[in-house]
């Protein structure tokens, strides 16, 4: 009987350090968002445009806090600034970057290139060609022989309008492409340091208040509306090393993304936030295409671009470059 018994007690001693080492590693996801992931905190570096208002959506409406992820933004001005730090690992994603640059430094072995979600398409007016109200300049025919201001030269800016130049039989070869940054391409105008400026929200409206500015070419019209021009990046090394956290970022981009889709109030709620564009102007700019999935044939258009203009030399692997998340 007292065998019996005390095999019943070291039995049950058993189960309880079992069950308490259970509930260690319990406590240990927890620690990771209680999903497992590799990493619960993530930086991310985000232009303050409308192309990754998906960031912010997620972040406001605790999308990524539903994932078991904690998501530091940190503003930068240029997306190619951050590329020195998510190589070093300093920033683990980079949000609304620009496919042009992240493709060509995934070409040159910069980087190897992982697109963790898509971020923003060309609709009419997205990116818009700037000129004072004086301008003589009112179709791409007029701005042969012009200097226009990129925010990055050969972009995904160069790109797109060269291909318009294209459709409307102007050789883009005749345009001076000028580096200005976003921020100070009002002053670049005003001050007849170039002819036009190829301006992005917030900027397009801001100038427009400031000097009169008006519109001499839409920058999202045929043959690039719907194109992709920037994205969620990160490295394949850090992809292939935190693929339930890359997971998980992407589940809740796509979520916010979903929702900018179905409710325009939410962007325009969010732009004020993190941009200089005030309620009232958002509530009429004109918003990008926000994607609601990873689509290789959507992004094969942006590639197929690049190689036709010379910005690529090689046709990328693009199975490699999409992050696809493993079952």
């Known amino acids: 009987m007292r065998q019996s018994l ?17 509930g260690c590693g319990d406590s240990d996801d927890s620690g990771k968002g209680g999903q497992g992931l590799e990493k619960s905190t993530i930086t991310v570096a985000a232009l303050p445009l409308a192309d990754n208002v998906g ?28 590329i020195p730090a998510l190589i070093k690992g300093d920033v683990n994603v980079i949000a609304g970057a620009n496919y ?13 290139l992982s697109v963790l979600a898509e971020g923003a398409t060309l609709s009419s007016h997205t990116f818009d060609l700037l000129v004072m109200p004086d301008s003589k300049i009112r179709s791409p ?18 790109l797109t309008l060269n291909a318009i130049l294209k459709a409307n039989n ?43 500015a008006r519109v001499a070419v839409d920058g999202g019209t045929e043959p690039v509306t719907d194109l992709p021009i920037s994205g969620y990046v990160s490295t394949q090394d850090f992809a292939q090393k935190n693929p339930k956290t890359a997971a998980a970022f992407q589940r809740a981009i796509i979520k916010a993304q979903k929702l900018a889709v179905g409710d325009r109030k939410v962007v325009e709620q969010a732009l004020p936030t993190y941009t200089k564009i005030d309620a009232k102007v958002a509530g009429v700019i004109t918003l990008p295409g926000y994607p609601t999935s990873l689509n290789a044939t ?3 258009r942006t590639v197929d671009l690049m190689l036709s203009d010379g910005l690529l030399k090689q046709k990328p692997d693009m199975k490699s470059i999409l992050f696809q998340p493993t079952a």
């Open 298 to 300: 959507r992004m094969q």
């Open 55 to 82: 960031v912010y959506i997620a972040q406001k409406q605790g999308f990524f806090k539903e994932e078991g992820l904690k998501v530091e933004v940190k503003p930068v001005q240029q997306s190619t600034q951050a």
């Open 141 to 158: 025919k007029d701005l042969e022989g012009k200097k226009v201001a990129v925010n990055i030269l050969n972009n995904i800016q160069s």
């Open 170 to 212: 102007v050789d883009p070869s005749k345009i001076e492409y000028v580096t200005v940054p976003f921020p100070q391409m009002a002053v670049a105008l005003q001050k007849g340091q170039v002819d036009a400026i190829h301006a992005v929200e917030p900027f397009t409206s801001g100038t427009e208040k400031e000097l009169g």
């Open 6 to 22: 005390r095999l019943s007690a070291l039995v049950s001693a058993f189960a309880l350090v079992l069950s308490a080492a259970v």
């Open 100 to 112: 042009v640059s992240f493709l060509q430094a995934n070409e040159k072995g910069t980087l190897k």
